[in-house]
């Protein structure tokens, strides 16, 4: 079945993979955020509140591949389950 979720997603990442990936940024958002609160100059306060809404904008991102990959990841499971259960209709 795992195979099957592979080809269809043509070696885009899955979601668990995407999940990972959201986790990290994540963990950076987090120390941007702190590295914001100890930062004195503005000109660096600028910079990472750039990086910080740039981050905030990729996990966003991520977080709606993951949950769509899930779906598709899912939708291909049901179907190949569905397809076993009723090989005699595909003979047809």
Not at 22 to 40: D, N
Request: proline share 3%.
């Amino acid at each position: 079945m795992d195979q099957a979720v592979e080809e269809f997603l043509e070696g885009r990442p899955r979601a668990k993979e995407l999940a990972e990936l959201r986790r990290a940024l994540e963990t950076r958002a987090e120390g941007l955020k702190a590295a914001l609160g100890r930062a004195q100059d503005p000109a660096e306060q600028d910079r990472l509140r750039k990086e910080l809404q740039v981050a905030e904008r990729q996990i966003a991102a991520l977080e709606r591949e993951e949950l769509i990959t899930e779906f598709v990841e899912d939708s291909v499971r049901a179907t190949v389950s569905w397809s076993q259960l009723k090989p005699e209709e595909d003979a047809q």
